[in-house]
Structure formats: C-alpha cells, structure tokens
C-alpha cells in the first residue's frame, strides 16, 4: 500500500511539473519560433488527439464495447458540430439520439 507521504509528494511534483510546463510555454515563447511546417504539425497533433479521444470514448466503456447508441449519439452531435449547429441544439440533439436508440433496442 502507498504510505500518505508518497502520495503528498507525488502530487507536488506533478503540480510543480505542471506549473513549470504552463511558464515555460510564454517564456519560451520569445526565444524559440517554430517554423511554419512545425505549427501546421502541432495543429494537426492536437487535432488528432482530440479525435482519437472522442472515437476512443464513443466506442468503449471502460472495458467493454459500447452500446450502438453512444456511437450514434456522438456521431450526430458530431455532424451538427460540424455543421455549426449552436452548441445547445449539439447537445440536445446527440442526447436525444442515444436515449431513443436506447429506449427502442431495451
């Protein structure tokens, strides 16, 4: 079992790592200049992070596949997204997708 020191101390050094990232970045900022190829990259990182995050938690639970309404609900927020639907009407819509999908398959 981890003692309570161990965790105190964990959780400063991931705070204080944490912090020294956040400060790093705008002071970094005015010394180092990315080329143009290296933020294209960075933009296009952090947008197939971000996708594989939404697949990722659309398709499974946990550690079991999900069920069809999840994928379709997220899907359809996805294409109202897409399209600029306002975030409520995002919301709602992909809400009520997976809870219809679930009340008719149960």
Sequence with gaps: MIGTTAILVSGAVLGLGTFGYRVAGP?????????????????????????A?????????????????????????????????PFVVVVLAAAGTAALLR???R
């Design 27 to 51: 002071l970094l900022r005015t010394r180092f200049t990315p080329s143009p190829w290296t933020q294209e990259l960075m933009t296009t990182g952090a947008t197939v992070l971000l996708f």
């Design 53 to 85: 995050l939404v697949v990722t938690s659309a398709v499974a639970d946990g550690r079991e596949p999900a069920d069809l309404a999840r994928p379709a609900g997220v899907l359809v927020g996805g294409v109202l997204a897409w399209k600029r639907a």
């Design 103 to 105: 009340l008719l398959v």
